[in-house]
């Protein structure tokens, strides 16, 4: 489903991200870890065509994703609160997403249904613009919007950074049922490895910008996570 | 410590993404306030003797008019004069007491343009006063009264920064005690002129502005100092959200996607519910021309740039930005799958419907004259035939982020109207006064009108044309927006 070729970034010669070659199939759920400025934030920002690479390119469902934009058609995305509109009401940002993904208010209405769960009562009918909800209320809204319209492609910068215990608990859930789905793609970055070794099929850590490993998830994962991570920081 | 301050102060100048344009514009801003120091050096310097000339006590009639100067002062200020923005919130926590944040930030606009261009008018003014044998104590007494007045204004105008509403009061307060003084009916002036030339005549009287001054600074320091707390004036504001379907809007298709979100920006944002405002203030700008009120605007050229003036607030105010407007959440829009000529139909409609209603509302300019009415028709037809589109493409280049929830920052700039914005506007409104004149002094004012109207439905052919140049730029100018954008300020 996705296809990343020679691609590198540097910035004044500073090379922050180079991987040779990264094919993701469809239907896996991938997950990419790795310590700050490992390049997680700016893989997934030359995935999106946010930033420019300096060689190489990414193909996402046969697309180049800097020549053509037909990948957004089947692609979603939550990188950060940029990803809002901080003046409408959580309702009204979920529509419009819909709106763009062709989406009616009643499809829309349905997918929310399932997450009441999720929401905890604090998003829905509150009376309040996304500006002013909490940063973890702000990401659930966030995430849940990447679900709207049955993306195929689905990319979470971060996802379980500044929830609370529940509600990680619950988006584990949700993105596990997401991974059993053999049609969705999943891609999510964490600092939390045990999160991560529970719900990606595939691991790939990255350090300074490069490949250090890719590991198909088994029970071991996490302990061999473990090791490496303390490994680097001692 | 103040050189620390004015450390940050520097680096943030010279590291904003915007940079470039900023430098390029405050060169120009450097020319407009040459300008202006030069036109009240010329007028402080030669009032006294037109005055005296036309046998009156110069002295005496400047202070007559004292009291409008010091309005209008404050006034202008409001529209033009930019609060200082310091990045508060990291200071608080910095071992230094939080007065010295204040003083810097209120010392920072006490060195403002705004106050030290006065200087230019009362000191020749008060040169000119001694040369003539004026009391020596009481010019003294006088220059220092009033200055400590533009002072004041300067601390006044600190408070008035989230005041509108008392700022529109106030403005046509005085706008009506002037029209009562013209018609002479009411004179205000008799009132306040005592005063000001007490300021001269009892040099003890100038102790008063001067109070006053201490009065204001003492106040502007606490109210800050006051508000210095996350949860009180640094504190964002919450408001109870309202949820619209705007139904009636669905008939324009797929576009009803963004014109609803654009008016749902538009109304529920203090920055741009400005554009609303400073639109409906552009409205009235025309009585200073189509009444001849004002001297060096008689004149059918004039008629010309007021048309486009009046009918084109929104235009200017609102389609300058685009697409600034939606810097906050731009990476959204860029992996949406969203179509760019949409998007831009729609800021298109927004724009053309704003100038539409604009011009309608304009229609009691018919008062003074068939021709003012078709200055009016004819520059709203150029605006949205040809303005629209210039607006648009002017736009894509400015990378300005618009902090729309700007209440962030205590000393917030909420004004969307500024001296940038000004001199984008500009050449939109010589291209149809050219093209008037030469129509007036050819054949006469009807093929002026046509000419100008003719231009801005040929605008309107090359829609698609532009709109696809726009689109052009966004997409290649898309990675530098999203990194300017990333920036705050």
Known sequence: MIDIYNLSKSYNGVSVLNLERVEIPKGQSFGLVGNNGAGKTTLFSSLLDLIQPTTGYIKNGGYKVNESEEWKTHTASFIDETFLIGYLTPEEYFYFIGDLRGQNKADVDGLLSGFEDFFNDEILGKRKYLRDLSKGNQKKVGIVATLIGNPDVIILDEPFANLDPTTQIRLKGIIKELATNKDVTVLVSSHDLQHVTEVCERIVVLEKGEQVKDIMTSPETLKELENYFSGTIV | ?489
């Not at chain 2, 552009?282 to 009585?287: A, R, T």
């Open chain 2, 1 to 489: 410590m103040i050189k620390q301050f004015l450390n940050l102060e520097w680096k943030s100048f010279f590291r904003s993404a915007s940079f470039q344009v900023n430098l390029v514009l405050k060169i120009l801003m450097g020319f407009g306030a040459l300008w202006m120091c030069a036109s009240f050096a010329i007028m402080g310097g030669g009032i006294f003797f037109i005055l005296e000339k036309s046998d009156l006590e110069p002295l005496k009639t400047v202070n007559q008019f004292m009291l409008y100067y010091v309005v209008f002062d404050l006034l202008f200020r409001y529209f033009l004069q930019k609060m200082p923005i310091i990045n508060i919130k990291p200071m608080l926590l910095m071992p230094f007491n939080k007065s010295k944040i204040v003083k810097f930030a209120l010392g920072k606009t006490a060195l403002s343009f705004f106050n030290w261009m006065h200087a230019f008018f009362f000191i020749p003014f008060s040169v000119v006063l001694l040369s003539h044998g004026y009391n020596p104590v009481g010019v003294i007494t006088w220059h220092f009264g009033m200055m400590a007045l533009i002072y004041m204004n300067n601390f006044i105008n600190v408070f008035l920064n989230d005041e509108t509403v008392f700022v529109v009061i106030f403005g046509l307060l005085f706008t009506g005690l002037g029209g009562l003084q013209y018609y002479g009916y009411f004179d205000i002036t008799v009132y306040t002129a005592p005063f000001f030339q007490g300021l001269y005549e009892q040099p003890l009287v100038a102790v008063l502005p001067v109070i006053l001054l201490v009065v204001m600074l003492y106040a502007a320091f606490k109210y800050f100092k006051k508000r210095l707390y996350l949860d009180a004036g640094l504190a964002k504001k919450t408001e109870t959200a309202t949820t619209e379907h705007m139904d009636w809007l669905n008939r324009f298709g797929k576009l009803s996607v963004f014109l609803k979100n654009d008016i749902k920006l538009i109304l529920r944002n203090k920055r741009s519910k400005m554009t609303i405002f400073m639109s409906i203030m552009f409205l009235f700008y025309g009585l200073l021309f189509f009444t001849n009120a004002v001297e060096v605007y008689k004149g059918p050229i004039w008629r010309m740039f007021a048309a486009v003036f009046v009918t084109g607030g929104f235009l200017f105010n609102f389609g300058q930005f685009v697409p600034s407007w939606d810097s906050a959440y731009y990476p959204l829009m860029m992996t949406q799958n969203i179509r760019y000529k949409e998007y831009l139909r729609s800021k298109w409609w927004l724009v053309v419907i704003a100038t539409g209603v604009s011009t309608i509302l304009c229609i009691p300019y018919l008062y003074f004259g068939w021709e003012v009415l078709a200055a009016i028709f004819v520059g709203a037809i150029f605006n949205m035939g040809f303005n629209s589109h210039l607006v648009l493409l002017g736009g894509a280049y400015i990378k300005t982020p618009i902090d729309l929830s700007s209440g962030k920052k205590a000393f917030g700039d909420k004004s969307s109207f500024n001296i940038k914005t000004l001199l984008i506007s500009l050449p939109k409104m010589l291209g149809p006064m050219l093209l008037y004149v030469i129509g007036h002094y050819t054949l006469g004012p009807v093929f002026g009108f046509a000419l100008v109207a003719l231009a801005g439905v040929a605008g309107f052919a090359f829609r698609d044309k532009v709109f696809d140049m726009i689109i052009k730029i966004y997409k290649t100018e898309k990675y530098k927006t999203l990194n300017a954008y990333k920036q705050n300020n």
